[in-house]
C-alpha cells in the first residue's frame, strides 16, 4: 500500500527528498534563471500541490508536483513550456483568474525504488487528486529520457517515433501513454539555461576549446558556447501531453 502525502504535512521527509530526488537530473536543468524568479512565489501560493508518494512502513518512494493554469484546451493556447507554465501559474493566481486545468510540472522516483511501478501511481494519484480538486484538465510537459540518445533530432520528429507495438520510443513516454495519456505537441524551448563557458564545464564536466556547438551529457539537445561572450545557452526541448 502506498499513500499520497501532501508535502506540507510531512517535514520529516524534506530533508532525504531534497538529496533523493536530484540524482536523476542533470546539474545544469536547475540553473534555470527564469524558474528562479518564481520559485519563492510558487511555492507560497502552490503549497497544497507538492506530494510524496509513502510506503505503508512510511518509507519515501517518490515526489511530484505541479501548478494550476487557466487553459482553453487547444494547442495555440499552451504555455511555451515548463518556465512559461510556472510564469503563467503565478501570475494568473496574482490576477485572480480562476484556474481550470492542472500542470504536472516534475516526477520522481528514488534510485533504489525504480522500475517497479511507482512512477505511475506517483502520477496516477496526482492526477486524479487535481480532477477531485475542480481542475478536469491535466497536461505535462514531459522530458522525454531517451532524447538523450538523440541530441541533434528535432523535438517534432522525436515525439514521432514509435516502437513495432505502436507506444512511443521513449519509455518516459510510454509511461504517460500507458497511464492514458496523448501526446500533444513539441514545446521546443521548454526551458533556457544560460551560464559563463566555466559554470557549463562544471556543470557538464567538459571543456569548450572554443565556440561552437557541443553535444552535452544528458543534453536532450545540443549547447551553444560563445567564447568571446563567455556565454553558453541551452535550450530545452519537452513533450506537451494530456492526461484528462
Given at each position: ?103 504536472l510540472m516534475a516526477a520522481a522516483v528514488r534510485n533504489d525504488e525504480q522500475g517497479r511501478g511507482h512512477a505511475g501511481r506517483v502520477i496516477t494519484a496526482v492526477r486524479d487528486r487535481a480532477i477531485a480538486g475542480g481542475l478536469p484538465q491535466v ?73 561552437g556547438t557541443y553535444v552535452i551529457p544528458d543534453g536532450l539537445t545540443v549547447l551553444d558556447i560563445d567564447r568571446t561572450a563567455d556565454t553558453g545557452v541551452y535550450r530545452e526541448p519537452n513533450i506537451w501531453m494530456r492526461h484528462a
Amino acid at each position: 500500500m502506498y499513500e499520497l502525502v501532501p508535502v506540507a504535512e510531512a517535514p520529516q521527509y524534506d530533508e532525504e527528498a531534497e538529496q533523493r530526488f536530484v540524482e536523476e537530473w542533470p546539474e545544469f536543468i536547475f540553473h534555470d534563471a527564469e524558474v528562479k524568479k518564481y520559485r519563492e512565489r510558487r511555492a507560497e501560493f502552490f503549497r497544497d500541490w507538492e506530494f510524496y508518494l509513502v510506503s505503508a512502513d512510511e518509507r519515501l518512494i517518490g515526489g511530484c508536483w505541479g501548478v494550476p493554469i487557466a487553459w482553453d484546451g487547444t494547442v495555440d493556447d499552451l504555455p511555451a513550456g515548463f518556465t512559461d507554465t510556472l510564469a503563467r501559474s503565478v501570475t494568473s493566481y496574482e490576477q485572480g483568474v480562476v484556474p481550470n486545468t492542472f500542470v504536472l510540472m516534475a516526477a520522481a522516483v528514488r534510485n533504489d525504488e525504480q522500475g517497479r511501478g511507482h512512477a505511475g501511481r506517483v502520477i496516477t494519484a496526482v492526477r486524479d487528486r487535481a480532477i477531485a480538486g475542480g481542475l478536469p484538465q491535466v497536461i505535462a510537459p514531459v522530458r522525454p529520457t531517451l532524447k538523450s540518445r538523440y541530441p541533434l533530432t528535432p523535438i517534432e520528429t522525436f515525439m514521432t517515433w514509435t516502437r513495432e507495438d505502436g507506444l512511443p520510443l521513449d519509455p518516459w513516454l510510454r509511461t504517460h501513454v500507458r497511464l492514458g495519456a496523448t501526446l500533444l505537441a513539441p514545446a521546443p524551448v521548454s526551458q533556457t539555461m544560460t551560464g559563463t563557458v566555466a559554470e557549463w564545464e562544471k556543470w557538464t564536466g567538459m571543456l569548450y576549446p572554443s565556440s561552437g556547438t557541443y553535444v552535452i551529457p544528458d543534453g536532450l539537445t545540443v549547447l551553444d558556447i560563445d567564447r568571446t561572450a563567455d556565454t553558453g545557452v541551452y535550450r530545452e526541448p519537452n513533450i506537451w501531453m494530456r492526461h484528462a
